[in-house]
């Protein structure tokens, strides 16, 4: 089963500071998902990527398949930003399921 | 809009009981997914449908029950065999199976008295 490793688990950063998440597996995988998880405990899609980059207004995830690794970037960080940030993968050769990391606890600090 | 509806959203329930949680989705997505969620570990799979009338279990499925009788609904049975009950519930959709994008409903924290 792949292992999903996250760092860090918890930053706390001031406003307008560019912030890294990062996102280990040890398996290879056909795709990641980065989430954001509210407060209140919704949970909302950021970007599924296999291969690359994509990037959604301040947001940028990168993916590095040698390496099983991916980033997650935001820019002029706000307080709006302070969420959980879970890492999720997919599996290769067919198999079901996502195997979940724990999550990045992030807090900006106006 | 479309989205994803789950209720309630706190639920208190005494030990031996049954409850079902609720989640309704008007995407039109056929694949739908029941998530748990504990503190300081990531989200684990409970159950999960592909298609309607059609469903199977994920990684941690005992003393859980799931139905899915039309293409919008999927509840969600926690039951009184379900040791360890007391945890955000997390229901989630997408288009084509594990291989699409997934839509979160706001989840259901359920704590056993």
């Known amino acids: 089963k792949n292992e999903v490793e996250q760092s860090p688990q918890n930053l706390t950063a001031q406003e307008g500071e560019f912030i890294t998440i990062n996102c280990s597996y040890s398996?290879?995988?056909?795709?990641l998902h980065w989430l954001q998880q509210h407060p209140g405990g919704g949970i909302v899609s950021l970007f599924m990527?296999?291969?690359g980059k994509k990037k959604h207004g301040r947001l940028i995830a990168t993916i590095n398949i040698q390496e099983k690794h991916s980033s997650l970037h935001i820019t002029a960080s706000h307080p709006r930003d302070s969420a959980v940030y879970i890492c999720?993968?997919?599996?290769?050769?067919?198999?079901?399921?996502?195997?979940f990391g724990k999550g990045t606890h992030l807090i900006i600090q106006p | 809009d479309g989205g994803i509806t789950q209720s309630p959203k706190y639920l208190f329930r005494k030990e031996g009981q049954n409850v079902t949680l609720s989640c309704e989705q008007n995407?039109?997505?056929?694949?739908m997914y029941w998530y748990r969620q504990d503190p300081g570990q990531g989200l684990r799979l409970i159950y999960y449908?592909?298609?309607?009338?059609?469903?199977q279990k994920g990684d941690i499925a005992e003393g859980y029950s799931v139905s899915r009788e039309k293409k919008e609904s999927f509840p969600l049975t926690v039951t009184s065999a379900q040791k360890n009950p007391t945890a955000f519930y997390l229901c989630?959709?997408?288009?084509?199976?594990?291989?699409?994008?997934?839509?979160f409903g706001e989840g259901s924290r359920l704590t056993v008295l």
């Open positions: 449908s592909q298609i309607v009338n059609d469903f």
């Open positions: 999720a993968v997919r599996p290769g050769g067919g198999a079901d399921g996502l195997t």
């Open positions: 990527l296999s291969s």
């Open positions: 398996v290879g995988i056909s795709a």
């Open positions: 989630a959709s997408s288009i084509g199976g594990f291989t699409g994008e997934l839509f």
């Open positions: 995407l039109n997505h056929d694949a």
